[in-house]
Nanobody, 125 residues
Framework: QVQLVESGGGLVQPGGSLTLSCEAS????????IGWFRQAPGKEREGIAC????????YYSDSVKGRFTISSDNAKNTFYLHMSGLKPADTAVYYC??????????????????WGRGTQVTVSS
C-alpha cells in the first residue's frame, strides 16, 4: 500500500527558504516517479517538480524553475522540495505525489496516481 506523508510546511517571509519532506512507503523510487504538486486557493492544482524514474532527470514548472529543487534519499525512502526565493504567489497547499508511469508527469491528465494529504506553505510578511 502506497503512503506519502508530507512535513515541513509553515509560514515564511518573502525571499525566505523552506524545505518540505515526503516520507514514502509501499514502493521504491526505482519504479515510480516522485514529485510535488501545489494548489492555491481558487486556482487549479499545478505540478511543479518531479523526478522521472525512467531517466532520473528532474523536471520543473516554469513558475519554480531556478528557485526550487527536488531531491531524494533512496536509503530513507524520502524525497524533498527545497524552496528558496519564496514569493507570496507560492502560498499554497503542497502535495507530494508518486506515479507509476515513471515519466515526467507534471502535466499528466488527471494527475499522478498517489497523493499525500498536503502541507500548507504560507509566504507572507
Amino acid at each position: 500500500q502506497v503512503q506519502l506523508v508530507e512535513s515541513g510546511g509553515g509560514l515564511v517571509q518573502p525571499g525566505g527558504s523552506l524545505t518540505l519532506s515526503c516520507e514514502a512507503s509501499g514502493f521504491t523510487f526505482d519504479n515510480h516517479g516522485i514529485g510535488w504538486f501545489r494548489q492555491a486557493p481558487g486556482k487549479e492544482r499545478e505540478g511543479i517538480a518531479c523526478i522521472s524514474s525512467w531517466d532520473g532527470r528532474a523536471y520543473y514548472s516554469d513558475s519554480v524553475k531556478g528557485r526550487f529543487t527536488i531531491s531524494s534519499d533512496n536509503a530513507k525512502n524520502t524525497f524533498y522540495l527545497h524552496m528558496s526565493g519564496l514569493k507570496p504567489a507560492d502560498t499554497a497547499v503542497y502535495y507530494c505525489t508518486a506515479d507509476t508511469t515513471g515519466l515526467n508527469f507534471l502535466k499528466k491528465p488527471y494527475g499522478p496516481d498517489y497523493w499525500g494529504r498536503g502541507t500548507q506553505v504560507t509566504v507572507s510578511s
